[in-house]
C-alpha cells in the first residue's frame, strides 16, 4: 500500500494537479508518526503508513495559511474522510480543490482504539483515491455501549462523574485544536471583551469549556476520537460526543460525515423535525 | 554525607512514618490511566518507578489555577482579601525525577528577579523535595544535553537511588532532607556502603554550547517554517513542561464582587501575544514555535544565565503531532555545526 500512495503523492504532484500532499511521515519513535507536507515529488518517499497514523489531517485543510494555496491532497483514514464530506458541507473548503486519497485501514493503535471496533468505514467513503484492499466494515451495533452504560447510572452520579472527569482538565485547547471541524479562527473562549467563558482551569471554567466543545460538535463530529486522544489528562471526551450523536441520529436520523447532501440537522429546519428535543 | 537504606517493601511504610510526622505526601498517583502528582491518600498509592509523569511537580508552587485577590463591592466601599497563602501546608514531595526537581532552582531565579513572588516562594519553603534517579530512562529523556543528569542533584532534598536488590539508597542534600531522615527513623537504616545502585544512561543528543550562538544569529531563519508548519498551537507542551511559568491575569466578577485569578498561558496559542489593537506580534505557528525554543535556549541564558529546559521530554511524549523538542534543538546543533 506504501508504494502505491507514494506513486500516487508523486503522480499528483508531478502533474501539477495538486501543489501539496499532507500524509503521515516517520515519528520521533517507531510507535508514532508525524504529520508531513509534501511540495516535491521526491520527498514522497517521506509518506509512510502503518498503525500509528492517528492523527486527522484533515485539521490541516481549514488553516489560513494552507488555504490560500492551491489544490491540495490529504492521506486519510476512513473516519478521518468524513470530516472532509462536513467541511465541505459546512462550506469550510471547497471540495474541488481537496484531493482526498483514502487509505483502507484495519484500525490504528496497539492495542486498537475503541473507535476502530465499530467502524464501518474501513474502506474509506467519498475518497477520490482509495488506496488497499476492500476491507468488511465492521457492524456499529454497540457503538453506544459505553454511553448507555454511563446513562444507566442515576443523574446524581452521572453529575458527578463529569464532574470529576472535566475537573482534571488543565484547559490546553488540544482537543479543539486537534478537531477538523473546530475551525473557527477565534474561538467563544478567546473572546475577552467580556470574557464569555471562564479561561480558568477551575471546575466551573471547565464545565462550561467542556460542555460547550461537546455542544457546538452535535450534528457534527464525525467521531475520529482526535481529542480523546490527544487529552493528556485522559477525559474521555468522545462519551460526551457520543451521546450528543445519539441524540441527533435519534431524533433525525442523521449521521454526520456520511452523504454529502444530506442536510446539516443543526443547521436547517424542516417542517417534520420531531419536536421531541424541546419537550 | 551518611547514606541511607531503604529496603525492599518498605517505601509504604515511610511513607506512613512522614504523614505521622505531619507531612503531607505528594507522590505520582495513577488518575483514569495517567500519572499526575497528587496527595497520597493511602501509601499503596505513591508509584516511584514512574519515570515520566504526565504533568510536572510544578502544579505543586505554580497551580494552574490560583485566585491572587478576592473583593467585594457594597454599593460604597470595596473590600479587598488577597489569596497568598499565609503558611502553606508543610509537604514532601516524593518520587519527581532530577530533572523535575532542576527546574525548581531555575525557577527561582525567575520568580525573585524583579519582584519577588511570595506564592511560589511560601509554597517552595514550605516544601521538601526527594527525587529518584532514573535506572531506566527512555528515548524521550534527553537531561544530559542540558547540563543534567539522571541522578542529578540539583533542586532536590534528598535523593533516592534504586538498589539492585530492590530496595533504595537515600542520601540527604539539604537540612529539609535530612528532617526526611529523622522522620523516617525506625524504617531506615545506616546505608552498608556495598550496595549496587542502578543508574541508567541518557545519551548526549546535542552539543549546548552550539545551539545558544546559533541561535542568535537566526531569528530569521527559514528553520522555524520548516519545523513548526504542522504545530497545532495548542498548549500542551507548555503545561506539561516544568519551566514554562507564563502566566495569564484575569478578574472574575459581577457587579458585587470579583476574583483576580492567575491561570497557566502559553506561547503557542494565537491569542498570548494578541494586541488589544488587533495587530499580533506572532501571528503565525512558526513564530510562536520559534519562541518558545527562543525563550528556553536563548533569552533565558541571556538573563539568568540558565537554559530554560531541563530535558524531561513530556513536550515531545504528549505532542499531539510529534513535534520533539530534542530533535528541533539536535537539528540547531548541526546548523551550527554545518554553517560554521
Redesign the interface.
Known amino acids: 500500500m506504501i508504494d502505491e500512495l507514494r506513486q500516487k503523492a508523486r503522480e499528483l504532484l508531478e502533474t501539477g494537479e495538486v501543489d501539496l500532499v499532507i500524509g503521515y511521515g516517520e515519528?520521533?519513535?517507531p510507535t508514532?508518526?508525524?504529520?508531513?507536507?509534501i511540495r516535491r515529488p521526491e520527498d514522497c518517499e517521506k509518506l509512510v503508513w502503518n498503525k500509528y497514523c492517528y492523527?486527522n489531517l484533515t485539521?490541516?485543510l481549514t488553516w489560513p495559511?494552507l488555504k490560500t494555496r492551491g489544490k491540495r491532497a490529504v492521506v486519510c483514514k476512513g473516519c478521518d474522510a468524513k470530516a472532509v464530506v462536513v467541511l465541505s458541507k459546512e462550506r469550510q473548503i471547497d471540495r474541488k480543490n481537496v484531493i482526498v486519497i483514502g487509505m483502507a485501514c484495519e484500525g490504528v493503535g496497539e492495542p486498537l482504539l475503541s473507535k476502530c471496533e465499530f467502524c464501518d468505514v474501513r474502506t474509506p467513503k467519498n475518497c477520490d483515491i482509495v488506496i488497499g484492499p476492500e476491507i468488511t466494515p465492521l457492524s456499529k451495533e454497540k457503538q453506544f455501549e459505553d454511553v448507555e452504560q454511563l446513562e444507566a447510572r442515576d443523574p446524581a452520579d452521572r453529575w458527578e462523574f463529569w464532574r470529576e472527569?472535566f475537573s482534571?482538565c488543565?484547559?490546553?485547547?488540544?482537543c479543539?485544536?486537534?478537531c477538523p471541524l473546530c475551525y473557527c479562527t477565534q474561538c467563544i473562549v478567546?473572546r475577552?471583551q467580556p470574557?464569555w467563558v471562564?479561561?480558568?482551569?477551575?471546575p466551573r471554567?471547565n464545565l462550561a469549556w467542556n460542555v460547550m466543545r461537546a455542544m457546538h460538535l452535535a450534528g457534527r463530529c464525525i467521531g475520529c476520537g482526535?481529542c480523546e486522544?490527544?487529552c493528556?489528562?485522559?477525559?474521555p471526551l468522545m462519551l460526551a460526543n457520543k451521546k450528543l450523536a445519539q441524540v441527533v441520529k435519534e431524533q433525525f436520523g442523521y449521521e454526520s460525515g456520511y452523504d454529502i447532501d444530506e442536510p446539516l440537522p443543526m443547521a436547517s429546519f424542516m417542517p417534520d423535525d420531531s419536536d421531541e428535543l424541546f419537550k | 554525607m551518611a547514606e541511607f537504606k531503604l529496603n525492599e517493601g518498605r517505601l509504604q511504610e515511610l511513607i506512613t512514618k512522614l504523614r505521622d510526622a505531619g507531612y503531607r505526601v505528594v507522590a505520582p498517583v495513577e488518575e483514569e490511566g495517567a500519572f499526575v502528582f497528587k496527595e497520597v491518600t493511602e501509601p499503596g498509592q505513591a508509584r516511584l518507578d514512574v519515570l515520566r509523569t504526565a504533568r510536572s511537580i510544578k502544579e505543586w508552587f505554580f497551580p494552574r489555577v490560583e485566585p491572587t485577590l478576592r473583593y467585594e463591592f457594597d454599593g460604597s466601599a470595596v473590600r479587598c482579601e488577597s489569596g497568598l497563602p499565609e503558611s502553606p501546608q508543610k509537604t514532601v514531595i516524593i518520587g519527581c525525577r532530577p530533572c523535575d526537581a532542576a527546574s525548581l532552582p531555575m525557577l527561582d531565579t525567575l520568580f525573585d528577579w524583579d519582584y519577588r513572588d511570595e506564592y511560589w516562594f511560601r509554597r517552595r519553603e514550605a516544601t521538601t523535595v526527594i527525587s529518584v534517579a532514573c535506572d531506566v530512562p527512555d528515548s524521550y529523556c534527553f537531561c544530559t544535553s542540558v547540563g543534567g543528569s539522571p541522578e542529578g542533584t540539583a533542586g532536590a532534598d534528598l535523593l533516592m537511588r534504586r538498589t539492585a536488590d530492590g530496595g533504595y539508597l537515600l542520601e540527604p542534600l539539604t537540612e529539609k532532607g535530612r528532617a526526611i531522615i529523622e522522620a523516617g527513623e525506625g524504617v531506615l537504616e545506616l546505608a552498608s556502603g556495598t550496595e549496587e545502585v542502578l543508574v541508567g544512561e541518557v545519551p548526549q543528543r546535542f552539543a549546548l554550547d552550539k545551539v545558544k550562538p546559533w541561535l542568535d544569529q537566526n531569528f530569521e531563519h527559514d528553520y522555524w517554517k520548516e519545523i513548526s508548519y504542522k504545530c497545532l498551537s495548542c498548549g500542551i507542551c507548555a503545561f506539561v513542561c516544568p519551566t514554562c511559568h507564563c502566566f495569564d491575569i484575569q478578574d472574575e466578577a459581577d457587579l458585587e464582587r470579583g476574583v483576580r485569578i492567575k491561570s497557566w498561558d502559553s506561547c503557542c496559542f494565537p491569542i498570548f501575544t494578541r494586541h488589544g489593537s488587533g495587530h499580533n506580534p506572532r501571528p503565525t505557528r512558526d513564530t510562536r514555535y520559534r519562541q518558545r525554543v527562543m525563550h528556553k535556549f536563548r533569552y533565558y541564558v541571556d538573563k539568568f544565565g540558565v537554559t530554560a529546559c531541563v530535558g524531561c521530554g513530556r513536550c515531545s511524549s504528549s505532542c499531539p503531532i510529534d513535534m520533539n523538542i530534542c530533535s528541533v534543538v539536535a537539528g540547531v546543533a548541526e546548523l551550527a555545526e554545518s554553517s560554521k
Open positions: 515519528g520521533s519513535d508514532r508518526t508525524m504529520p508531513v507536507f492523527n485539521s490541516y495559511e472527569q482534571r488543565i484547559k490546553c485547547y488540544a479543539r485544536q486537534a478567546e475577552n470574557q471562564p479561561t480558568s482551569a477551575h471554567g482526535e486522544r490527544v493528556p489528562s485522559n477525559i
